[in-house]
Structures are given as C-alpha cells and as structure tokens.
C-alpha cells in the first residue's frame, strides 16, 4: 500500500522555515524547489511563537497560505508539531517548567529545547499546540506525514523530574529492596529505607551511582516517548492515515534508544552531521544508514509482535530526515563539504535504505544562531555550487524511485546496545577512553573497510539471517542475551566478541569469577586483569599491528591464540583468541586494533565464516552497496577518490539509462547506481575449511 507520504518516488527535500522570510519569498522559494524537483519539506518545527504568539491566541494566516502554495507546487509537507521550542510568554508563565541541570542551574528561554518533559505545564502545552494543529490541518492535502518536535534528547532534573524518576523506579524495581540491589547502595552509605530519599543523581561530591546513572538515562528515554506517543495519538486520531514520526539525533549522549523508540514511529527518521572532515565522514554516513535501517527493521518486528502478526516483508523505509548540503561545524569551526560530496552522503543513506534525502535546510537565513548552517539555497542564492548541485541530485533521486523494492542483505550482524554505550561513559570505569559509539564505529569501520556490507541488530533481534555476529564492547548483558548470544553459537554462527562485552549485568553489576562472565565459556577463556592504555599509548601486536586504549591479562581455557601482545607486560599472552564452538568459531579480541590490523582480522574472521565482500572487485576507495529484492537487485557504487574508476558489473546505468556492458566508470568523487542483470549470486560462500594459525597483522 502506498501511504501518504510514499507517492513512489524517493523522497527530496529539508526543513523549511517559511516563518523566517517575507510572503514573496515565499513564491520563489516555491519555484526554485520545483526546479530543484523538491518534493517534501518538514515545515513549523520552530514556529511555536509564531503559530502562538500569546496563550490561546493563533495566527495559523501564513502557514494556511504557505501549505496552498506548497500544495499548488506540488510539493508535499512533513507538518512539525512546534514543541522542541516553547514561546517565551510560557516560561514565563510556567517556571516550574524550565530545566534543572544536574547542579541545581535553572535554564532560561533564549536558544531551544527550554522545557522539562516531566512538567506538566509543558507536557499540558505540547499536547494543546499538537492538537490545535491537528484540528486544522489534518485532512490538508499538502500534509502527507506528521514529524513531532525535533531531536528529542533533554533531560532535567527539578522537582517534576524528580517525583517522576521515583514513579519510574518503583514501576522498575517494585520496592527498595529490589532497587537497593541493582544500584550496589551498601557502597558509599547510599541505602535507601524510603522511596522519598531516592534523587536524581545530582551533581555529587566524586563519582555518582552508576546503576541510578544508567537508570536515570532509562528513565528520561521513556519519559520522553511517552511524550512522543501523547502526542502521536493526538495526531493518529485525528487523521489515522497520516503517519507519525520524529527524528533522531545520534550519539551516546543521547539519552533515547532509539530501537525502542522505533516500535512506535510510523517511519524511523534521522538526522546525520558527520563529525569527521576527512575521509572518516564517508565511514559515519555509512554506520549511521546501518543504524538507521536497523532500528527500522527492529521497530516494524517489535510493533507486529505487539499486534500478534507477522512482519511484513520487504523494505522496512526509514528515511534521512536531515544533513548538511555544505558546511558542517565542527572542530571549532565550518567546513565545507567539496564538490560531489553531499550527494555521495545522500544516496550512502539511500543504498542503504532511506527512503530519500532531506536537508537542514533549505534556505540559509539572514539572521539567528544558526544563520551560518550550511542550506540548499545559500546565503548567496541560487547561482551558486551547492544549488545547481542541490538541482542535479534532485535529478538523480528521480530516477532511483525503483531501488525501494530492495532491501540491503547482509550476512554480518553488527549489535548495538544504546544502554551499554550509556554505562561505559560512567567516569569510574578502567578508563575515560571508553565510547561505545567509537567502539561500535570501529568494528563497522574495519567491516566497511574490507567491503562487507552488515546489519546493526539489537540483543535479542532474530540471527537467523547472519553467518556472522560481532559484538563491539556491548558491556551489558543478562541471562537473556548471554542466551541469545549462545543460541547464535549454538546454532553454528560465527562470532567476534570485543573486549568489555559482557562483563556486566544489566544494573552495570560485574559478573564475578572473571571476565567477560556472559561470554567465558563460549570464548574458552578468563580475563584476569584489565591494563587499560593511556591516551598515546599503544600496545604491539604480533603480526606488526598495534592496540590502543585496552589490553588485557587473558588465560586460554580452551581458545587457542590467534595474535599476541608484544613486548611490555603482556609480552608473549594472547590478544586474539579463536574457539571452536561445534560449526562455528568464536573470537575474542582484547584491545581495540589499528584500523588496518582490525580490517584484516575481520577479513579472516569474515572468511572463516564462508563470506565475501559485497563486489569483491570494486578498487580501493570504491564503496559498493546492493540493495536486492524478488523484483531485481541495484548496485551502488560511490567513489571516494579524486580519480575516475572502474568497476566491473553488468545491468543498466540508472543515471544515464545506458547499458554498462561488464563495466562501469565512476567519475572522480562520482556515483553509479546499475540495475544489476542478470542478478548476482548471494555474498555467502561454501565455508572454506578453518584455516591454520592466522596472525590479524
Ligand atoms: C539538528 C537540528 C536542526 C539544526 C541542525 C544543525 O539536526 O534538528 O534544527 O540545528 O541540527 O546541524
């Protein structure tokens, strides 16, 4: 079925802010996107002061005006409920409801995101505005999908907060006892006798709780979809055909997991700024796509086991909500992005299964605190590279409306646990260096490296699909997924295990008797001692490579050393271990590699498990994603070098609408995407017998 904001065509556009510029912009902003073949755009979602500019008084005469135009245009609207920036007439009318930081400093309006979810002035005021405007606009036809708030990710920590932390943790935890277990109170003098004395972990004297951390961040991320979900059945009911979502801002930072969330999206949305300049933004673009797909694909089986039904086949869409057409701030300063790149990074989101490209934002303003954010229509107008580049991907999005019907397929499941990346970040952890985004980055880095595409699964997703399952310092585990871990195992995966994985419960309790407790036995091996590095610090490795941030004492009880630790302490005891698990074969790896050294040991790993890389052909710097499906197969190819390349492959060349006859050429910086024909053999091999002793470097 297609819904209504899926027409069939890949979907093109950004945030667009009309309340910022005078009505005869307006028009022209209206003819420039239909030259640019725009054909959605996320409009009011900073508006609130402008929609309401004093309690109970609207002016909805220019958005009215603004929808029709966009509607004679043809062009389709992503209407934003405003609440990610009340007015300044409701902090001040509201006090209680501004936010608390976590030492007692109360914020003022002036920026955005100045409200506490947990007060219920704020909650009282987001679900008035959302349904004021699903009253009046519901049913317009330029309205083809609700987009609620924006980059929901706040925390506070005032009184309202606070009384609802409680309700949280006894809803949690049942009663104190229970809750006095999972935070380890008996340490410090922190056990709590009455639910009344149980905070916000407040800014403290030294380290903080690290189970009342980790449930505070649980905490917020429910309150804040509960938030969400008040506000999406106000809309759904309204007009049950529109759907219903919000866009994700990325990070462990973020205290919102996401795959949780995506249950309860209609179409998981993103929103991607590569913090690297170089080369590396190429690598985020493609972790943040994988991610994105997913938590799609995680939302739509968590939503039809609600239901009771099966999962649909096909694609599970999400979409790129928003990037940067040029500059991007970062490292203190703007950069901009060089010729070719912005649409490299839209159809890296595309090929991997976004549903289209959206922007922040379409027109660069005069004024405000991001007046020097990079736009489709820059500050100097139309006449400029990023437009007509802006023009040219609009021409290319036209023609890729086909590629929908295919789905990415990988055999690597790459898991990914927001909580655990949350209790790595706790400062009395064996070192400040631990990021379970970085970790995570890293293994997909070293897999995109090597040309294996891979699916980012959540604990307790479905394997079935994957000959192989890699776990990037996932430091939490329960009984439930040691087991689905196991099961992976048992049912003769394969799997490569970083350190930290597994090494505590889901409170960030250790599990005793050695490390990492969930995964021991599967390894055949103990970790004694953690010898956490210094910042430039490196261990060696046999083979020539070197580990950064970690290294550990590992005693084999059955894995046999596939790389040792050179030199130092550790001279001569494993780095790398394999155990042979029954079919499969699970690794261990106890130090974060160089990239070449991981690169190379997840080749080996991959090979060992009887995979192939997505176009074993493609020339160094080629990227090459498949999407593939009953009605054919696509195969992307993004060149990231500054020289034409050749890869060899047979179909149709979408953008040109020729036959590439056994090759293509990418132009320097360029992009193809071949309709593949015939269509090509999965990227799964026989598995090839375990090969001898293998160094990773
Ligand atoms: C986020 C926000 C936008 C804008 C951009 C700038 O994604 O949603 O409103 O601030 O960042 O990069």
New binding site residues.
């Given amino acids: 079925m297609v819904s209504m904001w899926d027409d069939g065509r890949l979907c093109y556009g950004g945030?667009y802010n009309p309340e910022q510029w005078p009505a005869a912009t307006w028009r022209e902003d209206v003819a420039l996107m239909r030259r640019a073949r725009i054909n959605l755009v996320t409009v009011g979602?900073?508006a609130w002061s402008r929609l309401e500019p004093a309690p109970g008084r609207y002016d909805f005469g220019w958005l009215d005006e603004v929808l029709d135009l966009l509607h004679d245009g043809g062009i389709r609207v992503a209407l934003a409920t405003p609440t990610?920036s009340p007015p300044p007439w409701f902090s001040l009318a509201h006090p209680d409801a501004l936010p608390v930081t976590a030492d007692g400093v109360r914020l003022h309006h002036g920026s955005?995101d100045t409200y506490c979810a947990a007060a219920p002035a704020y909650r009282a005021a987001a679900r008035g505005i959302a349904a004021t405007l699903a009253a009046r606009y519901a049913h317009h036809p330029a309205v083809a999908l609700w987009h609620v708030h924006?980059?929901y990710g706040t925390t506070c920590h005032c009184p309202h907060a606070e009384a609802a932390f409680r309700r949280w943790l006894v809803e949690r935890h049942g009663d104190l006892d229970t809750l006095n277990a999972a935070w380890a109170t008996s340490f410090w003098s922190q056990h709590y006798t009455d639910w009344a004395y149980v905070s916000t972990p407040r800014a403290t004297q030294y380290l903080g709780n690290p189970g009342q951390l980790l449930d505070f961040r649980r905490f917020w991320s429910d309150t804040l979809l509960a938030a969400y979900v008040e506000q999406r059945d106000l809309l759904t009911a309204a007009n049950p055909a529109l759907p219903v979502t919000t866009?994700y801002?990325l990070g462990d930072w973020v205290p919102v997991d996401h795959a949780r969330w995506a249950a309860e999206v209609d179409l998981v949305a993103v929103?991607h700024?590569p913090s690297a300049v170089d080369g590396g933004a190429e690598e985020q673009t493609a972790l943040a796509a994988d991610l994105a797909r997913g938590w799609a694909r995680h939302g739509r089986r968590r939503a039809a086991t609600r239901r009771g039904a099966a999962p649909a086949d096909g694609p599970a869409g999400w979409l790129l909500m928003?990037s940067?057409a040029s500059q991007?701030?970062t490292t203190g300063r703007s950069h901009t992005k060089e010729p070719g790149r912005m649409a490299r990074h839209s159809l890296s989101h595309v090929a991997r299964g976004s549903r289209g490209a959206m922007f922040?934002?379409w027109r660069a303003p005069a004024g405000g605190a991001?007046r020097f954010?990079s736009a489709l229509v820059p500050h100097t107008g139309p006449d400029t590279r990023v437009f007509r580049e802006t023009v040219r991907l609009g021409e290319h999005l036209d023609r890729l409306a086909e590629v929908t019907a295919g789905e990415v397929t990988a055999s690597v499941a790459l898991a990914f646990d927001a909580a655990s990346g949350w209790a790595l970040r706790h400062p009395g952890m064996p070192s400040t260096l631990l990021d379970g985004h970085a970790e995570l980055a890293a293994a997909h880095r070293a897999l995109w490296r090597a040309g294996y595409g891979c699916d980012i699964v959540v604990p307790g997703d479905p394997l079935d699909r994957y000959r192989l399952l890699v776990l990037p310092a996932v430091y939490l585990a329960d009984d439930d997924v040691a087991g689905w871990v196991r099961a992976h195992v048992e049912a003769g995966g394969h799997l490569l295990v970083s350190y930290l994985s597994g090494v505590a419960d889901q409170h960030g309790r250790v599990h005793l008797g050695g490390y990492p407790g969930a995964y021991r036995d599967l390894l055949g091996l103990r970790v004694e001692e953690f010898h956490p590095l210094a910042a430039d610090e490196q261990v060696l490795l046999s083979g020539g490579g070197t580990g950064r941030i970690w290294s550990e004492t590992v005693h084999l009880c059955g894995a046999e050393p596939v790389g040792t630790y050179v030199g130092g302490v550790l001279d001569g005891r494993p780095a790398v271990t394999r155990h042979r698990t029954g079919d499969g074969t699970a690794w261990y790896l106890s130090t974060r590699p160089d990239d070449r050294t991981y690169r190379r040991l997840l080749t080996e790993v991959a090979r060992t498990a009887g995979l192939a890389p997505v176009c074993p052909d493609a020339p160094p710097g080629v990227e090459a994603v498949r999407r593939a499906g009953p009605q054919g197969s696509w195969l992307f190819l993004l060149n990231h070098t500054d020289r034409p390349q050749r890869v060899p492959v047979t179909g149709v060349d979408l953008f040109t609408d020729t036959p590439a006859d056994g090759t293509v050429v990418l132009p320097a910086g360029g992009v193809a995407v071949v309709r593949e024909e015939p269509a090509p053999m999965a990227s799964v091999t026989a598995t090839p017998p375990m090969t001898d002793r293998t160094p990773p470097a």
Avoid: G, K, L, T
């Fill in positions: 945030d979602v900073f990610a955005r924006n980059e866009n801002v929103d700024y928003e940067a991007i701030h922040f934002q991001e954010h």
